[in-house]
């Protein structure tokens, strides 16, 4: 027989565990859906007037976009040199989910950007990426920013060298074999430990670029976030043209990852 202490400390040991196990759940139900991110209204392009050539042209590409291939590729790349758009969504997030968050951002964005020529939206499984010059193929090294965890490692130069790895690594597989027709193309996940514990990486870079440019691109971002970066328990940077992220917990389905060094 149990004391009425002891069952006591037992349920609440218990009670404890279904709390840790609750709140871990909650974290990877939270950060596997298509969070909304960040977004961006281009100011300098200026704003367009309802019934104008510009908003004609808006509206012709933006039903092309609806009848293309987007469900197939993930990617799709419209305009001229008045007006430009781009949609690219996550690796893992063709067809339906890629209509569905290029639905999303761009009823959203019309909403945060009223009738601005040019915008960017950012949602965890899409980009939509609409300019009013001929930006295609470009690196845009202005509309950047840098998302990380409050709680830090407490290990800034050992975990350094941990997630440098891993982007190099996540690099080289996505700019190898580049298949333009793939959703793949330009985009890699994997693996790597760091003191007993996993790290969940992604990179991904739009198909405007080349595998060179989507290299330059990486590196740039890296360097430029490092303070953002380093030392925390999961961090990603974030632009038109490319994205790296790492997390301590699989932000996507365990089977797509790869295991790179230890």
């Not at 050539?53 to 993930?74: H, N």
């Amino acid at each position: 027989m149990y004391s009425s202490s002891s069952v006591s400390k037992r349920l609440l040991l218990i009670h404890v565990l279904a709390i840790q196990l609750l709140l871990i759940s909650s974290e990877l139900s939270l950060n596997t859906t298509n969070a909304y991110l960040n977004h961006k209204c281009l100011v300098s392009q200026g704003k367009y007037k309802p019934g104008s050539d510009y908003e004609k042209l808006f509206r012709k590409i933006i039903q092309m976009f609806y009848k293309g291939s987007i469900e197939k590729t993930g990617y799709d790349l419209l305009g001229s040199d008045t007006l430009s758009a781009i949609l690219q969504c996550r690796g893992d997030s063709y067809g339906p989910k890629c209509r569905d968050c290029f639905v999303t951002s761009l009823a959203v964005l019309r909403r945060k950007c009223p009738w601005s020529k040019g915008r960017i939206i950012w949602y965890d499984e899409c980009l939509l990426a609409i300019s009013a010059t001929y930006a295609t193929g470009k690196i845009d090294y202005d509309n950047i920013f840098c998302m990380s965890n409050a709680k830090k490692l407490g290990d800034k130069l050992g975990f350094g060298d941990v997630w440098n790895n891993l982007m190099d690594n996540l690099t080289t597989l996505a700019i190898s074999r580049v298949n333009y027709t793939e959703p793949t193309a330009l985009y890699s996940v994997g693996e790597t430990r760091f003191k007993g514990d996993t790290v969940y990486g992604m990179v991904q870079c739009t198909k405007d670029l080349s595998p060179e440019a989507c290299e330059e691109c990486l590196v740039f971002n890296s360097l430029h976030f490092q303070d953002c970066l380093n030392d925390k328990r999961g961090a990603r940077f974030v632009g038109p043209s490319c994205t790296f992220r790492f997390e301590f917990y699989p932000f996507i389905a365990v089977r797509n990852f790869k295991e790179l060094n230890k």
